[in-house]
């Protein structure tokens, strides 16, 4: 069997109790285990056992395998044509004790041939543990029928320093259980590294994932800490919070290393997890939080992702200062009606395109984030919601400082400079309200207004089906349910831009009052003849 042919660890016989050996004492490993007394110790010789029926644990022992030179070791074989092994819910081996504890065993659950019968995959374990404080430790477990450890309802396990390759679970953690899957246990080809399954609790911690489709699941009103991980080449994600909780606990993702995942961390079905300090590098999507998930994700780095956030489908998570970097698209997207979240204090920094991209109805909240060097606009608003976009400093992207389509956010006492493009573009509809910006030193006009004719809109965030507001939205600040579509601009800053202060166009209706503007290269204030402009009260120097 692959894998099952290097050295295991040395793991010590306890002292002060009574050994039985097999097959020196006795030939069957079940017959030494009824002969034995609680707390006693079997010694397997190394060998291949082939086993014809499930062992049975039944009383507090440590069952361990023996490290007597032979490079196999000991290796549990399922005889594939034992019919009690190919029922549903018979596993290799089975405990159900108080206290027990097996060692540096080799479990093969597999059959490469086409012509012996396979056994069902629903509950198949090489190891289930039923009850009782169990510890399982230097083991090695390849099942290609089903999963390679199960946890029951009364259950407290520790697994430590194992090896999974296994077609479905490596680890399942079944209801209520208290599973610790901790240090230096790595998972191979899994579906499912581990898995904590509704109402589990416990930790994963300081393992290694690779190739398993999803490394660890956490499933509805489970609350493990899953920490300081490897995790590397999932095929859907790396860290899956599928479901949420009831308990103040929430799931802890904190200092693990996602690397080269579909998904580093993807959150659903109303879970929330609290995420800090995770390193999630060239993955295909950082963090995906979709279908009503949310969560806090603080001070974690995302680098060298096609996307690095996307929240969608009424997800709602606050991102808080996360370093967001060289994404080759979109760094951060928030999209889909009753799609809500925060984004502060965050670095958003050289991406491939966009910094921030909000569209289709998503109403996130954008605070003092740094969003510069973006190869694109800084923040591109696409049919977004009334969004407020705040205290940002938005410099040196290669497009636009803001772009603003169909929508009408607030946008209030952010710096938009040194930008390639417009500090603010507002087109094809757009409107809103622009309060105490500091448009500075762009290299084109500081503010451009195309197409955006006056129509009111309601704003209020809608769920698609529903009509009219929602009763009780998220709160947000500062929202106003009923902004004018054309943009209003008043108490900004529009200085050394390279060209107009602001310009209007396209048949646009603006309202622009006491704004200061000084020393852009063309007029202060420009716009068009078949365009509505309200101006009062702005200060302008021209060049």
Not at 169 to 178: H, P, Q
Not at 231 to 246: L, P
Request: proline residues 5%; charged residues 20%.
């Amino acid at each position: 069997m692959a894998g099952l042919d290097s050295v295991m660890p040395i793991v010590s016989k306890p002292h002060g109790c009574t050994l039985h050996k097999v097959p020196k004492d006795f030939e069957d490993i079940q017959l030494a285990i009824r002969s034995a007394e609680p707390n006693d110790c079997i010694v397997i010789s190394s060998g291949t056992y082939v086993l014809n029926q499930p062992l049975i644990v039944d009383r507090d022992l440590h069952i361990m395998g023996d490290d007597d030179g032979v490079a196999q070791g000991v290796v549990f074989q399922m005889d594939r044509h034992a019919p009690t092994l190919l029922r549903q819910d018979v596993h290799m081996l089975s405990v159900c004790t108080q206290s027990a504890r097996v060692s540096n065993i080799a479990f093969d659950h597999t059959d490469s041939s086409s012509d012996t019968p396979t056994p069902p995959q629903e509950l198949v374990f090489c190891v289930f543990i039923k009850e009782g404080n169990v510890i399982i430790d230097r083991c090695k477990l390849h099942s290609t029928f089903s999963s390679c450890i199960g946890c029951g309802t009364l259950s407290r396990a520790t697994i430590t320093r194992c090896t999974f390759v296994g077609l479905e679970y490596g680890v399942f953690c079944g209801n209520d259980t208290l599973t610790r899957v901790r240090t230096h246990n790595s998972f191979t080809d899994c579906k499912t590294g581990v898995f904590f399954d509704e109402g589990s609790r416990g930790c994963c911690e300081e393992n290694s994932f690779d190739n398993c489709s999803i490394g660890v699941e956490a499933a509805q009103k489970s609350h493990p800490d899953i920490m300081k991980n490897s995790i590397s080449k999932s095929a859907e994600s790396g860290i899956f919070i599928s479901g949420g909780t009831e308990v103040q606990e929430k799931p802890q993702v904190n200092a693990n290393s996602l690397i080269q995942c579909q998904c580093g961390i993807a959150v659903a079905e109303q879970g929330s997890p609290q995420a800090q300090k995770n390193v999630i590098h060239n993955c295909t999507v950082g963090v995906r939080v979709s279908e009503h998930g949310g969560g806090s994700f603080l001070l974690n780095e995302m680098k060298r992702c096609e996307s690095a956030i996307i929240v969608e489908s009424g997800g709602t998570a606050d991102f808080t200062k996360n370093v967001i970097t060289e994404t080759k698209r979109d760094a951060v997207t928030f999209t889909g009606m009753h799609t809500f979240g925060m984004l502060k204090d965050n670095d958003v920094t050289d991406n491939g395109e966009c910094g921030v991209l909000i569209s289709d109805f998503a109403t996130p909240s954008i605070l003092q984030n740094n969003i510069q060097n973006n190869t694109g606009a800084g923040i591109r608003m696409q049919s977004g919601g009334p969004s407020v976009i705040e205290q940002n400093e938005i410099q040196n992207n290669t497009g636009n400082g803001i772009t603003i389509h169909s929508s009408a956010p607030e946008v209030n006492n952010n710096t938009i400079q040194k930008n390639q493009g417009r500090g603010l573009y507002i087109l094809q509809g757009g409107g809103g309200v622009y309060t105490g910006n500091h448009v500075v030193s762009n290299d084109r006009a500081g503010v451009e207004v195309d197409t955006c004719p006056a129509v009111p809109i309601d704003n209020t965030p809608k769920i698609a089906g529903i009509s009219g507001p929602l009763s009780n939205p998220p709160p947000q600040k500062n929202r106003k349910p009923h902004t004018p579509i054309f943009p209003h601009f008043t108490e900004n800053t529009i200085n050394f831009n390279n060209g107009e202060g602001i310009t209007v166009y396209g048949g646009s209706s603006a309202k622009i009052t006491g704004n200061l503007l000084k020393k852009n290269t063309s007029a202060p204030i420009y716009w068009t003849n078949d365009c509505q402009v309200e101006e009062d009260g702005n200060i302008t120097e021209q060049n």
